[in-house]
């Protein structure tokens, strides 16, 4: 069974940061595209951040371009997303997802989380 497990959410001050880890399991996705998106509240899921299978290429929203490092390790199957200097405009349910067709297209990937609550006090 394939499962994608989110962590290192949790509840953080405006300007601190956050780590958050994806761990793949069921299979390998060192040859996908992966990516992270994030749902505040009583919006619609968006696009934070994609990296090719070899880290080559790095996508971000504009709101988080500067701020937030996606990045992945294949030997561990992880993928990671580095938050710094957090707004409390980011605050959401982040969610990381696997093998799209498109890197920005949340309804073109396969493979979903379950999520991390993150939270940003102001």
């Known amino acids: 069974q394939v499962q994608l497990v989110e962590s290192g959410g949790g509840l953080v001050q405006a300007g601190g940061s956050l780590r958050l880890s994806c761990a793949a399991s069921?299979?390998?996705?060192?040859?996908?595209?992966m990516g992270w998106f994030r749902q505040p509240p009583g919006k619609e899921r968006e696009f934070v951040a994609a990296?090719?299978?070899?880290?080559?290429?790095?996508y971000y929203a504009d709101s988080v371009k500067g701020r937030f490092t996606i990045s992945r390790d294949n030997a561990k199957n992880t993928l990671y997303l580095q938050m710094d200097s957090l707004k409390p405009e980011d605050t959401a349910v982040y969610y990381c997802?696997?093998?799209?067709?498109?890197?920005?297209?949340?309804?073109?990937?396969?493979?979903w989380g379950q999520g991390t609550q993150v939270t940003v006090s102001s």
């Open positions: 997802a696997a093998d799209p067709r498109s890197a920005y297209t949340r309804s073109s990937y396969n493979y």
């Open positions: 069921g299979r390998t996705f060192s040859g996908d595209t």
């Open positions: 990296i090719t299978w070899n880290g080559g290429y790095t």
